[in-house]
């Protein structure tokens, strides 16, 4: 999106800029305008003044911040790519206090936290949300967790872990959750990239009986047996 977003804000957003010391009292950014700076900060990607906006509110609200308030925050930081300093905000500011995320929003910290290497968060997270109680959703909420713990899998496939990688399929599998190629495809690249061949054959002779071998499943074997000269 173009700059242009921010036009409304343009002169409040050069007054915080100017002044970082606070003295600009006469601006009081209540919940409201957070709210509405916080969303010009994510439509155009750019989180240089979210700290700004969240300091000026704290001095209003002295510090008691609304659920609604962290969550936008946070959603502000990932949507601006600062994905570890999200993932800190939740788990120093949001967690301690009991904060209840919402599906969408914990999608996108299981996957943040994943990319910079913070699986425990990641399975933390993403264990939080399968111990809710199962509402509405159907074929989108189940695949919104395979995304979820597709995800998993493949962080700790970077990690070199692949009993936990094992864990999280055989949680699926506990839970009476139907495995869908991508968990499949995700656990045979989990094993080829850890190295395992007796797992990651046992794995591809699973995915043939089902039906759910395809041409990435093929691929990973491929590249696995090229990467060894076979």
């Given at each position: 999106?173009?700059?242009?977003?921010?036009?409304?804000?343009?002169?409040?957003?050069?007054?915080?800029?100017?002044?970082?010391?606070?003295?600009?009292?006469?601006?009081?950014?209540?919940?409201?305008?957070?709210?509405?700076?916080?969303?010009?900060?994510?439509?155009?990607?750019?989180?240089?003044?979210?700290?700004?906006?969240?300091?000026?509110?704290?001095?209003?609200?002295?510090?008691?911040?609304?659920?609604?308030?962290?969550?936008?925050?946070?959603?502000?930081?990932?949507?601006?790519?600062h994905n570890k300093e999200a993932c800190e905000y939740y788990e120093?500011?949001?967690?301690?206090?009991?904060?209840?995320?919402?599906?969408?929003?914990?999608?996108?910290?299981?996957?943040?936290?994943?990319?910079?290497?913070?699986?425990?968060?990641?399975?933390?997270?993403?264990?939080?949300?399968?111990?809710?109680?199962?509402?509405?959703?159907?074929?989108?909420?189940?695949?919104?967790?395979?995304?979820?713990?597709?995800?998993?899998?493949?962080?700790?496939?970077?990690?070199?872990?692949?009993?936990?990688?094992?864990?999280?399929?055989?949680?699926?599998?506990?839970?009476?959750?139907?495995?869908?190629?991508?968990?499949?495809?995700?656990?045979?690249?989990?094993?080829?990239?850890?190295?395992?061949?007796?797992?990651?054959?046992?794995?591809?002779?699973?995915?043939?009986?089902?039906?759910?071998?395809?041409?990435?499943g093929y691929n990973t074997m491929l590249k696995f047996h090229l990467?060894?000269?076979?």
């Amino acid at each position: 999106p173009p700059r242009s977003t921010l036009f409304p804000y343009t002169t409040l957003f050069r007054s915080l800029q100017a002044d970082a010391s606070g003295r600009c009292a006469e601006v009081v950014v209540g919940e409201p305008l957070a709210m509405a700076l916080l969303d010009a900060c994510r439509a155009v990607r750019d989180g240089s003044m979210l700290s700004r906006i969240l300091e000026m509110h704290r001095t209003v609200c002295q510090g008691a911040l609304s659920p609604r308030m962290s969550m936008a925050f946070c959603s502000a930081l990932l949507a601006c790519d600062h994905n570890k300093e999200a993932c800190e905000y939740y788990e120093h500011e949001m967690l301690p206090k009991g904060v209840m995320l919402d599906i969408m929003l914990t999608n996108s910290l299981v996957k943040a936290a994943a990319s910079y290497g913070n699986t425990a968060l990641a399975k933390h997270l993403s264990d939080h949300v399968t111990a809710r109680p199962a509402g509405a959703g159907g074929s989108n909420a189940n695949a919104s967790e395979l995304q979820r713990h597709a995800v998993l899998i493949k962080a700790y496939s970077r990690d070199g872990n692949l009993s936990g990688a094992l864990e999280v399929v055989a949680r699926l599998k506990q839970n009476g959750t139907p495995l869908n190629s991508l968990i499949h495809n995700c656990y045979l690249d989990a094993c080829v990239q850890c190295g395992d061949m007796g797992a990651a054959l046992k794995q591809f002779d699973e995915m043939k009986q089902a039906g759910l071998l395809d041409v990435v499943g093929y691929n990973t074997m491929l590249k696995f047996h090229l990467a060894r000269g076979r």
